[in-house]
């Protein structure tokens, strides 16, 4: 999901930097210059521009038990929204799961939360017909987590650090192991310290 209009402050940087300079120079969450490389697919992948504590967000696993970020602690976790109705969901899921496959373990992990209304029955279905092998069944039926965590349009996916921050996330569907995708989530696995660096919000 692309957006044309820039948001007011950076409709602003651009002005002020034409009247004073002649040349623009774009805020440093545009040019990502002292964090990770977004090319090919992942150059609409927004980082974010601060930090705030571990969201309390809390979904299901397929036994019913509620979780959240912290029950991940110590590893950088990406979050996925997805759903059986879903058609980009359901295209990029398999990426997802190869994904999971190849970094997955003491470092990173995906949380792959089904938001079906009809809940494990769909979604295990659904996970089924795409033979997903890798990837744990978690339940959000209300969505009451993809609420709280700001999601606008599905999928999303969000990438937390191993302190739960949010460091970034993409609305829209990727082939999620791309090498551009996959170079983005090693950056975060490499560089945990790198949400220090953001302003606190």
């Avoid at 004073?20 to 090919?40: D, E, Q, Y």
């Avoid at 490499?190 to 953001?198: I, S, V």
Wanted: aromatic share 8%.
């Amino acid at each position: 999901m692309i957006r044309l209009l820039l948001p007011p402050i950076i409709r602003i940087s651009v002005l002020l930097g034409l009247l004073t300079t002649g040349f623009v120079l774009l805020p440093a969450n545009i040019s990502h210059a002292a964090g990770p490389k977004l090319s090919g697919p992942m150059q609409v992948f927004q980082l974010a521009p601060s930090t705030r504590p571990r969201p309390s967000a809390t979904w299901q696993d397929a036994a019913g038990k509620n979780l959240t970020l912290a029950d991940f602690s110590g590893k950088v976790v990406m979050v996925n929204y997805w759903a059986s109705w879903c058609p980009p969901c359901i295209r990029e899921l398999p990426s997802i799961d190869r994904l999971q496959a190849s970094l997955g373990g003491d470092n990173f992990t995906v949380v792959a939360i089904n938001i079906d209304r009809g809940g494990k029955p769909i979604a295990r279905r659904m996970a089924k017909r795409l033979k997903i092998k890798h990837l744990a069944l978690y339940l959000d039926r209300e969505s009451k987590s993809a609420r709280s965590l700001g999601v606008r349009s599905m999928p999303t996916t969000f990438i937390f650090d191993r302190k739960g921050r949010e460091v970034g996330k993409l609305e829209g569907g990727a082939e999620w192991d791309e090498k551009e995708a996959v170079a983005l989530v090693k950056y975060f696995i490499n560089n945990p310290g790198y949400a220090d660096k953001l302003p606190k919000k």
